[in-house]
């Protein structure tokens, strides 16, 4: 009998669509709990597991925020399984390097803040998340996009996800001007078998 550990995850209403977005810049915006952060925190480990040599990156503002909001999420309902059985390691960063996860297809996937932003953008991506990105500024979110260009996965993309905003927000307006797909997350149910990335 097998002993494999099995992760199950099945996106929900309009996180599916983000799902299988393959544009460069995709926005979640919905009330909290809505499985924005887990959403594309699945989508970068799928992204890692299915191309070796994936780079990704979890950003926020600050990286003390990250830990206890997306690193939580990661470890706890992600990559628990992989974490268990040694897919998947934790590196706890020195001088040179930020902290990550390291796949053993040779995949990783970095943390960090913008307020060392040094340490994260000095490295070509695939996929970024960018928690709660309206703590960003625009150009935080320009120089995370200039670094979209790993070629390890057939698309780049910059994933963010975000509390819903006011109209005058720069990522609302950015939205508005086609370059970034919004998607709104609701507390629906749906059920689907994705594809990985
Ligand atoms: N499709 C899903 N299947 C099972 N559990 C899910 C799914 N989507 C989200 N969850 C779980 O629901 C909880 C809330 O999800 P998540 O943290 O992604 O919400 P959020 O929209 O990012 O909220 P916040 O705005 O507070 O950051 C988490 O425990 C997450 O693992
Ligand atoms: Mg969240």
């Not at 890692?48 to 990156?57: D, I, R």
Request: hydrophobic share 40%; charged share 20%; glycine share 8%.
């Amino acid at each position: 009998m097998s002993t494999a550990l099995v992760h199950r995850f099945a996106p929900r209403g309009a996180a599916i669509e983000a799902w299988n977005y393959r544009g460069p810049e995709a926005l979640l915006a919905g009330p909290a709990g809505t499985g924005k952060s887990r959403l594309a925190l699945e989508k970068l480990h799928a992204m890692a597991l299915k191309n070796p040599g994936m780079s990704g990156l979890i950003v926020r503002k600050t990286a003390v925020s990250l830990t206890a909001s997306a690193v939580a999420t990661y470890e706890r309902d992600v990559a628990a399984e992989a974490l268990l059985d040694g897919s998947v390691k934790f590196f706890g960063g020195s001088t040179r390097e930020p902290a990550q996860y390291r796949y053993s297809n040779g995949s990783h996937i970095a943390l960090g803040g913008m307020d060392n932003a040094l340490k994260i953008m000095s490295t070509e991506r695939d996929a970024v998340f960018a928690q709660e990105a309206t703590e960003l500024s625009q150009d935080d979110w320009e120089m995370i996009t200039t670094r979209l260009r790993n070629g390890q996965v057939r698309f780049q993309q910059l994933i963010a996800d975000c509390n819903p905003q006011g109209p005058d927000h720069w990522l609302k307006k950015r939205c508005e001007a086609g370059k970034t797909v919004m998607f709104h997350t609701r507390t629906t149910r749906g059920t689907s078998t994705p594809t990985a990335p």
